[in-house]
């Protein structure tokens, strides 16, 4: 028998520790070796489940790929026709929602005082049961309506539901009133139709696309970029109107650098310049044109000359830009905008617009604006709302903003601040950041004083969810189930959101969330399904079509019908004279202007200067600086600063700074990028930076808020929205 | 024998960062570290500017520096492709090749080896496109054979205006730029 | 007016790159050293083998000091790898096109070459040793009685010492990317400046011995082999002073160099002419012109021209000022060097 020997043992253990050490090395060494471990472990390791996206609002059908049951990455799914297959950086960064390590956890209570932050952990059944007190008691005291609800997000959809069936009647998003709201009005009053999400423009097709204030490339609708790029590889000449010179702008044939706030003379001297010059679609504006000759003669005085004098471009561009557009129509596009709420006229500007885009005839025109289709998906017996004695205290109802069809968030917030028509007691905020979303942090603030109850769900733990009583932990959109998507497009569709990964910790879904709550507030029953594959499959299967197939392939595509006139749609008008209304007769019944005049808006005042935002490609408003891949890609915002601006301001690039504005409100410190591509009287940053929220980690205090530095604002009296670039900024060095 | 290569159109491109975050999902790139990422070059004066926008990476060249000053070999072209790869387990650590690389397309991975851009070659090897090249929204990005004179990459190289990086530094670097 | 911005930001890469800091400057110092204290070992060698004075011969290699230094270089070295586990990789393979790899084979032959001459004078320079361990004394003697051996070691020094000093120049030289580093006279210039400093180390330990009588005991015994090997006398003052006269003529010879280098930066491509700015007037313009050519060359050429014309008192101070110069002139390029990159073409005429 072999004696061991110390020194043999020794030899034989370190041996194998040796092994041992390279081996635990292999797996994560090395790209092939990678390869070969994926090699053996796909197909067998590799699932896919599909499911639509919610990094922002454009909602891409996307896979999710697994690896051995971990969620590995998110694609887009070939069969969506929003993504085409292709995900933007948001959706790709999706997995970092999933994995972001700032996410909310488990319920939350607040303990002392609002706003202060501090919290217990808590039950879902007790911060519900809490909520649901809170709630049936100011149902007691003032009434349901005293209940508001604000969200912003495909998961709203049940809790919407729930709390309506309990009575809540004043519900908003800011994405009306604080985004596109204006818009969908100004083009309602001109064509009878809002414009909606996505925008029905056929970029694929146009001959010519022209963008006032759009940043196509850096805001990054997927399927709108897509057919963006096509354009431009098609040679397709591009107009941008910004005081920037943004990715969409180096891509332009004209690019008109025009004064912020100056955008309506720019568009009434185009359509003086078409009317003039008689390039507009005649035949359209003869058949379809309301009160058209009124139109020309309220228009005559806007000159080229005039306009640029207004807006600081020489008056050759302006004519040029106007008549290469004119010359493509009906195929040119003006595009409506997104994120349209600027000065206070904005419902103006759009219908300004809208009018231009009357003007070559592109209405339902190839290569102009289609009419989006739908498909129809039988709906899921449901519960009637119960009737209100209150009327709504916003829109319709309310008569202060007599063409707003939507709840606006601004005026409940202004009820609760006031407490007229009647007292607002409780707000249950779903998904949507309203410190750093509505104008003026102060008023937000101001009105949450006077609140008995405040409520915020959402994934993370955003600046208004540091004022709430409650928080609610909602789950990332790859870890439920929502309603079903039905989308208008070319062609309709429908898509599914499925769970492909638990959720890590306690959060839940909204539509859970929503249940529960509706249990505890003795309207159970205005949710009669179990759970989501029940409501779900009912609706799917119902309608003809196959769930577990949908399961599998996550869309469902709609017959196509026609959208264009090419494709024999018959043109139809939903306003009061039935036709296009270049002349607008409601308008002027309410005593607002009938054709759009323009408003000189205020310069900055001395040393000061415009303060105007716009989006980042790799983030989403304010929902995901925390998200690691994200934050990997943009950690911070920078403002635009013009070198020589800079230069006169003893600024140097890449030097931090903060700013202060009008009102004396002073940002966080934010780097300063001095560049030749903005104009000198302007400053420019991504929004949604400047986390105050120190439970944001990887976000705190980086960067600048553009939403806290929006304190002055101006209100569009046609539809109620409020204005973003209203402010103006100083800078202040850092010692 | 093919060498695979890739033609991206800067005119197309918004520089979104798509390319990045998709690398770095597919390739479990370490926190912090992109093997791909964006430039843009600027020219001009208020209001005449012009913009290129680049999806730059590992050159993946016809003259690597990086596999020459390489002691252990673990810096090589491979067969397949010729496409530049670093083998983990025979690298040092020495960061020669980091140095030498004139497009600092290189990273210390935090297990301590040498990483880059592998052209995604367990995806090429199934017949898919690297996942930059796949996930781009623009559709501005193309990969193929330079050896193959019907690739769709050589037809755009033929028909188009195009620009490689540093090519004074006589690497031979095989991504061509559109403008 | 042109703006480039950049969305990438690897830790060592961004936004300049520094993957090397102090370990590999320290590691090529003392390989220069090493180098240097070769090659004045093997001249001395080929005198012995020719019939010069042993004792000249004596004073004029250290290999046992050789040795520990260059094991202090491996240490840097190896502290500088990221994936050290992995370094015996080197030795499985020989790449040809890699003066790294070409540097590790040598260096292979360098420490053999140290061993077999600190061998040598073993046994006379520790004498404890050389009682202890008698079969030392019949080993050295083998080569020592002999010249054709003793010119042979003497010829492995010569070429091994110049090598290793050129070597650790063409490891920076040969790379492209690096424009400061791409001139060809770095490599002799890192040679040059090794000799100075190895003339510099051994005129320091000659200093240290001069006059002492060799200690007998195991500690003070191997302590003087270290600094050393001299057997029973230790240097005598003219030894330290031919020291000086090598030194001058490296310093002088380092001067040109230098002078060429920058001359070569200026007269070369746009990306050289940037890089020349890094040590003209740049970040690196004071520890080059102050530290490397002041102190490390101007002063102690001056100091030590002064020393020889017996204007001064002799001492070790400009010995050590070229050793401060000789560390920080590859501290500088390692540095510098890495800053330096080349300037794009599409970039110029804006």
């Known amino acids: ?735 | 024998m093919s060498r695979l290569g890739m033609v991206i159109d800067t005119r197309k491109c918004v520089g979104c960062q798509d390319c990045v975050v998709a690398c770095q999902t597919e390739n479990d790139v370490p926190q912090g570290f992109c093997r791909d990422w964006i430039t843009t070059e600027v020219r001009g004066t208020f209001p005449q500017l012009t913009m290129e926008i680049r999806s730059e990476r590992c050159n993946h060249c016809d003259n690597p520096p990086c596999v020459s000053c390489c002691p252990t070999g673990a810096s090589h072209v491979e067969a397949f492709g010729k496409v530049v790869l670093v083998t983990a387990n025979k690298c040092i650590g020495c960061k020669a090749c980091i140095a030498a690389c004139p497009y600092d397309a290189r990273y210390v991975h935090p297990e301590g080896y040498i990483d880059k851009c592998t052209f995604c070659l367990h995806r090429v090897k199934e017949g898919k496109d690297p996942a930059c090249v796949s996930v781009c929204p623009t559709h501005c990005m193309h990969f193929g054979d330079l050896d193959d004179p019907k690739s769709a990459v050589n037809e755009l190289l033929r028909t188009r205006r195009h620009h490689t990086l540093l090519p004074e530094a006589g690497t031979r670097p095989r991504i061509f730029y559109l403008s | 007016m042109l703006e480039v911005t950049s969305t990438r930001h690897n830790a060592l890469i961004d936004p300049s790159l520094h993957v090397w800091s102090w370990e590999i400057p320290l590691y090529l110092f003392v390989g220069g050293i090493v180098a240097g204290m070769m090659v004045l070992a093997g001249l001395a060698m080929l005198r012995l083998a020719r019939g010069d004075d042993p004792r000249n011969f004596f004073s004029m290699q250290a290999p046992l000091l050789g040795f520990v230094l260059m094991n202090i270089g491996m240490l840097a070295l190896l502290l500088d790898l990221t994936h050290r586990l992995y370094v015996w990789r080197i030795f499985t393979t020989f790449q040809v096109s890699s003066p790294m790899a070409w540097g590790s084979w040598v260096l292979i032959v360098v420490y053999g070459v140290l061993m077999v001459s600190a061998l040598i004078r073993l046994p006379d320079a520790w004498p404890w040793l050389g009682r202890e361990v008698p079969v030392l004394h019949k080993l050295s003697d083998a080569v020592v009685t002999r010249p054709a051996r003793v010119a042979a070691l003497g010829w492995a020094n010569l070429v091994l010492g110049v090598s290793l000093g050129i070597y650790t120049g063409i490891l920076l030289n040969t790379m492209v990317a690096r424009p400061l580093w791409n001139s060809a006279i770095l490599g002799p210039l890192f040679l040059v400046s090794g000799l100075s400093a190895g003339a510099a180390v051994m005129h320091i330990t000659a200093s240290l011995l001069q006059g002492r009588p060799a200690p007998q005991g195991m500690i003070g015994g191997a302590f003087s082999a270290l600094l050393q090997p001299m057997g029973s006398q230790h240097p005598e003052k003219k030894t330290a002073h031919s020291l000086v006269r090598y030194d001058q003529v490296f310093l002088v010879t380092e001067l040109v160099f230098i002078g060429l280098f920058i001359i070569n930066l200026h007269t070369s491509s746009a990306s050289h002419l940037s890089a020349a700015a890094l040590i003209m007037s740049g970040p690196y313009a004071l520890p080059f012109w102050g530290v490397v050519v002041g102190l490390g060359v101007l002063l102690p050429l001056a100091w030590q021209g002064l020393e020889l014309s017996h204007r001064v008192a002799h001492t070790v101070l400009p010995a050590m000022l070229v050793l401060v110069g000789g560390f920080t002139l590859r501290w500088v390029m390692v540095n510098a060097g890495q800053m330096s990159h080349i300037v794009p073409i599409a970039s110029l005429g804006q």
């Open chain 1, 1 to 735: 028998m072999a004696q061991f020997t110390r020194r043999r043992f020794l030899k034989i253990s370190t041996a194998s520790l040796g092994a041992s050490a390279v081996a635990a090395q292999w797996p994560s060494i090395g790209p092939l070796a990678h390869a070969a471990q994926a090699a053996q472990a796909a197909p067998a390791g590799v699932t896919t489940i599909p499911t639509f996206c919610e990094m922002c609002f454009w909602r891409c059908g996307g896979i999710a790929h697994l690896r051995d049951g971990k969620l590995w990455k998110f694609e887009g799914n070939p069969k969506d026709p929003q993504s085409m297959g292709r995900l933007c950086p948001r959706g790709t960064g999706a997995v970092g929602a999933h994995y972001d390590p700032d996410r909310l956890r488990q319920p939350l209570m607040r303990v002392g005082e609002r706003g202060k932050e501090q919290w217990k952990a808590v039950s879902w059944d007790e911060a519900l049961g809490f909520i649901a007190e809170k709630m049936n008691k100011i149902k007691a005291e003032h009434g349901a309506e005293s209940m508001a609800l604000f969200n912003h997000g495909f998961g709203q959809r049940f809790i919407q539901h729930a709390l309506k069936s309990w009575g809540t009647i004043n519900y908003a998003g800011p994405s009306y009133a604080q985004c596109r709201g204006a818009r969908d009005v100004g083009f309602q009053l001109t064509f009878g139709s809002g414009v909606g999400s996505p925008e029905p423009l056929d970029i694929k097709n146009t001959d010519c696309l022209v963008l006032i204030g759009s940043h196509l490339g850096e805001n990054m609708h997927n399927s709108q970029v897509q057919e963006f790029a096509q354009a431009i590889a098609r040679k397709v000449p591009v107009i941008v109107v910004d005081p920037r010179f943004s990715v969409a702008a180096s891509k332009a044939k004209y690019w008109l650098p025009v004064k912020a706030g100056t955008d309506v003379a720019l568009l009434l001297a185009w359509m003086n310049l078409l009317v003039t010059e008689g390039r507009y679609d005649k035949a359209f504006v003869q058949q379809y044109g309301h009160g058209f000759d009124k139109f020309a003669a309220e228009i005559k005085g806007y000159t080229v000359e005039w306009a640029a004098e207004q807006c600081d471009v020489p008056a050759e561009l302006i004519r040029a830009a106007g008549r290469e557009f004119a010359s493509h129509r009906p195929a040119t596009i003006i595009h409506p905008g997104r994120r349209v709420n600027w000065y206070g006229d904005d419902t103006q500007r759009s219908r300004a617009i809208a009018l231009l885009n009357g003007l070559l005839g592109n209405y339902g025109r190839m290569g102009g604006m289609f009419v989006a289709q739908g498909i129809k998906i039988a709906p899921y017996p449901l519960p009637k709302y119960p009737e209100h004695a209150k009327p709504r205290l916003d829109g319709a109802e309310a008569d202060i903003y007599p063409f707003a069809d939507e709840g606006i968030t601004t005026a409940i917030r202004d009820a609760t601040i006031s407490g007229k028509p009647y007292p607002i007691k409780g707000w249950f905020v779903y998904s949507t950041n309203l410190m750093q979303a509505l104008p003026s942090e102060a008023e937000t603030i101001k009105a949450i004083q006077n609140l008995d109850l405040l409520v915020v769900c959402d994934t993370l733990p955003s600046e208004m969810a540091g004022w709430a009583d409650v928080i609610l932990p909602d789950t990332t959109f790859l870890e439920r189930h929502d309603e079903l998507l039905t989308g208008f497009g070319r062609t309709g569709w429908a898509a599914l959101r499925q769970p492909v990964v638990a959720a890590p910790h306690d959060q839940k879904p909204a539509w859970w969330i929503a249940k529960q709550l509706a249990e505890k507030l003795g309207v159970g029953t205005s949710m009669p399904f179990k759970d989501m594959e029940e409501y779900l499959s009912a609706r799917v299967e119902k309608s003809g079509h196959s769930w577990a197939k949908l399961k599998t392939e996550g869309v469902i595509m709609a017959e196509h019908k026609p959208i264009t006139v090419e494709e024999g749609l018959a043109l139809e008008f939903a306003t009061p004279s039935g036709k296009v209304e270049f002349w607008s007769d409601q308008l002027a019944a309410k005593g607002f202007d009938a054709v759009p005049k323009y408003t000189r808006h205020p310069e900055a005042p001395a040393g000061m200067f415009r303060l105007i935002s716009g989006r980042a490609p790799v983030h989403t408003f304010s929902r995901t600086q925390t998200n690691p891949l994200l934050h990997d890609l943009m950690a911070d915002n920078e403002v635009w600063v013009h070198t020589a601006t800079a230069v006169k301001l003893g600024l140097k690039n890449r030097e931090y700074v903060k700013l202060k504005n009008q009102d004396g409100v002073v940002s966080n410190r934010i780097r300063v990028k001095a560049t030749q591509r903005i104009r000198e009287d302007t400053v420019y940053m991504v929004y949604g930076f400047g986390h105050t929220n120190k439970m944001l980690k990887t976000a705190y205090l980086r960067g600048a808020s553009a939403g806290g530095l929006n304190s002055s604002y101006k209100t569009d009296p046609i539809m109620g929205s409020t204005s973003i670039h209203t402010n103006f900024v100083s800078f202040i060095k850092e010692v």
